[in-house]
């Protein structure tokens, strides 16, 4: 603890203005350097103007170390005698190949504490490992010395023996026994040099890969790079609050969960030590920090977005957003989900059907209803409990501007088994076309960290409600002549039967550039979507309307030619990362024929969507006809199913939606 931090080790300048700036650094150790940087003709003259510092207490308040010359060194010996006094912390001690190394260092520091007056063990080491056999030495050599308070990995010397490269395996292996063998005798391993003084990108990915490692620091050439090794090798907030989590948990095995969108942990003692190491250097750090002066600070705060506080029942939220959607939405979202319906594809096949140009599909449409009330309403939820009757009203076209008005229809307070509150809400989202029409509406249900529940006293807000007189899109498109909507050779319907189970052969996977592209197009601001660095690569999501519109397309080719559909209901289940694959299943629930065109057919189909499954191997295992039950409401319900019936599917199911279509028979 005397000792910490030691996050970031800056070797000296020579020159006195050198020292002062040096001084005046953010570096938690400073490292007189009389080896390499130092030529042998000068080491006399460079140990003089340290000595002068010394004494002119150029260096006070600074915790210092001085790199020795090698024990073959002539002026070895008069560095020690010199520079064993109080001021000095300890000695770096280069080029050390074994043990005997440091019983040679041993007893001339001994003499020197001897004749100075110092308490014997006053001086501390730190041995740098430089060759390969000094690696291959490295357990001996951190327990060699009762005076070994750290340990230096040096690359460059070992680079060059092994001839292997700074990022081989070479390298990462012995670099990781120098971890092991240093935290084991319990003393601090200090990373070497990153040698590129300009390259400060280069550096931080450096400095936190090596925290990664188990390093305690690392070694800095420059006093940037000492202020990047310090903030690389700080606790972060992220650990700060974990660690605080931990320690409130109870002693005993318990679980810690810093929010809904990370997974759960089971802590348990070994996580207290953790946690109470982190707590410990954080507050360490605070206590140097404290002993500079600190600079005057801005006040600040985070603007929080969606539902705070309370939630009123009756209110309805229209977000400041306005949408025209062009060609290039159209042509960007075809690119990203398989698109092959001749309404949404044809230009020719809308003309004959009296329409302006090939509307956009209903999965974008579905998205953004969803996806223009993140801000005003869902960016503060937990989780989203699933989505019921998607329904579009009216056709949207390229060139067509949209907006949304959400709706909240009600509010309920939910307790969980563990104890825990939170509030289910209840909400209409509706798309609103530049002519003040809905387009298009969904029902959803939101659940939300404890919310006051309110009724709104006033009259309800003026929402755009469905038009008693005019032609809905489903009554537009029955109506059409069977002449207009017959598919031609190519587009032959297949056909499907009910009952029938389909495993498309199409499927899809995110691209982590285009997931955060699309999330942005869609004003989708939720931070487990785009926070890479709060937020670990398996808690970085991609948005649930996508998922669903990557279950449909995979479908397009396998059930015809579709001219109208409606969700009844679709449910996001398992959570979906950038890179993942989705494939689809496909159960005929009914077919039949419409009373008010003998030559459509309504189709009920239930797809599920699975993550990360090649569907090939359901041939083999086969899939339990109860995995598309009316029963299983819940994710839970899911997964104790797939346990029992179909491990292979066992929280790989991500998503899954009760679709009607209608198309030509």
Known sequence: PALFPTR???????TRQGFVKVCQSKSDVIVLDLEDSVAQEMKAKQLNEYVSGLKNGIFQGKRFFVRLCGLNNEELARQVEVLTTPAV??????????PFCLKEYEKLVKSAEDKNDLPSGSIKFVPILETLEAYFSAEQIVNGSARNVGVFAGFADFETQAYCEANSATCETFFSQVVLAARAAQILPIAGAWDKLDDHVGADKFYRKMKACGFAGAVALTPSQAILANVAFSCSPKERQWAEDVMASSETISVVQPSIQESRQMVGPPHRLIASRICQENQYIQDVSLVSDKPALLPWRTRQRGL???????????????????ESWKALWESAFLT?????TSNEFASRLGLKSAPLSFTLINTLALSLTVTSFSESARVHLGCYDAMQKK??????????????????????????QYTVVFSSHNLVNQKNKKVFTVQKRTMFPPLKIENRQQAIDNVILDEANETSWRQFITSQSTALLSPTTAHAQPSLSTGELIIHNDYKCFGVSET???CKLFKITNAHHHNIVRYSPSDILVSGPFVIAAMVSNAEYDVGDVVYDEYPMHININKVNPGDQIGTLTFVKSIRRLAENDDLEEITLHHIGVKNVDL?????SGVPEDLFGDELKKPAHYEKLCAAQCPILYRKIACQAVRKIVRRC
Do not use: H
């Open 8 to 14: 970031s080790w800056l070797f000296s300048a020579k």
């Open 89 to 98: 912390y300890g000695f770096v001690l280069p080029k050390i190949e074994g």
């Open 308 to 326: 705070k506080d309370a939630v009123q029942i009756g209110r309805t939220l229209r977000p400041p957003l306005e949408i025209t959607v062009t």
């Open 340 to 344: 092959v319906n001749r309404l949404n």
């Open 395 to 420: 056709p949207v076209f390229p060139g067509d501007t949209l907006s949304s008005v959400c709706r909240i229809d009600d509010a309920k307070i939910l307790t969980t088994k563990g104890g825990n």
């Open 516 to 518: 955060r592209m699309l």
């Open 616 to 620: 090939e191997w359901l041939e083999i």
